[in-house]
């Protein structure tokens, strides 16, 4: 098990973002932006990340409401606050992106089918693609025509990696999460099939939107080092106090095991 230093730096007033020591990990209640060009280039081995999007809940509309409701707004204090994913915005961040990860590495962005669309190609001006993962959540969703199950993962790198891994197929049937404690929270399995195919022990992982901190309860698994931010210091919190919980007991409070 990997033991975390007894101080947090990432709560440290006005501290910039650093690469956490061997065995632990680092959250900063930063925007994505700012979070990653606070970061030295080609400091990480590894970006898996699931940017919570603007477009679906501004642009898509299913019978006379929002997919969603308000993001972050007080009248839905639960929803917290989006990635402004115009193609400006989201070429700024894939540029830093690519800035701070190593030669020779991956990376994994999440898209639902709406950011698939609009922002999907984008991917191609800084990384390789190499493909496009489904995860199938084997549960129908919500859908005005045909019921949402899955969502897209642009498998990409940037230079040349193998997988550690070369009996994953394209399409990983993880079962969705109900009664999150977290609104977007995914599963840990998901990130965990990330980190096994892409990462080797003592690798930084990296997620930019780290939510609930799923991600880094995967990377923690699998023996790496996690950094990451979240814009909604509510979100720091949760992961911040899961991580820390998981570090200590070996159980993940917002995924316990049945």
Not at 23 to 43: H, M, V, W
Not at 129 to 144: E, F, I, P, R, S
């Amino acid at each position: 098990m990997i033991a975390r230093p007894a101080d947090n730096p990432s709560r440290a007033a006005g501290a910039a973002p650093s690469i956490p020591a061997r065995g632990s990990f680092d959250i900063r209640a930063l925007d994505c932006i700012d979070f990653l060009r606070g970061l030295p280039a080609e400091s990480v081995d590894l970006i898996v990340t699931d940017p919570a999007y603007s477009g679906m809940n501004r642009h898509l509309r299913l019978g006379h409401g929002r997919i969603v409701g308000h993001y972050g707004k007080p009248d839905n204090a639960r929803w917290f606050h989006e990635f402004s994913d115009d193609p400006e915005s989201y070429a700024v961040f894939l540029g830093e992106c690519h800035r701070v990860l190593r030669q020779n590495r991956h990376i994994y962005i999440m898209f639902d089918s709406f950011s698939m669309l609009t922002l999907g190609a984008l991917v191609r001006d800084c990384f390789d693609v190499k493909g496009v993962v489904v995860w199938d959540k084997v549960h129908l969703g919500m859908g005005h025509y045909f019921r949402r199950r899955h969502e897209q993962i642009v498998f990409a790198s940037k230079g040349r990696r193998k997988l550690s891994r070369r009996d994953l197929p394209d399409v990983w049937s993880v079962p969705r999460i109900h009664r999150a404690a977290y609104p977007t929270q995914k599963p840990v399995r998901l990130f965990e099939l990330m980190v096994q195919a892409s990462a080797e022990p003592g690798f930084v992982v990296c997620d930019p939107f780290c939510g609930s901190g799923s991600s880094g309860v995967a990377a923690l698994q699998g023996d790496c080092d996690f950094i990451g931010a979240d814009i909604d210091a509510r979100a720091v919190d949760i992961a911040e106090d899961r991580l820390a919980r998981f570090m200590a007991t070996g159980q993940d409070p917002l995924e316990p095991v049945r």
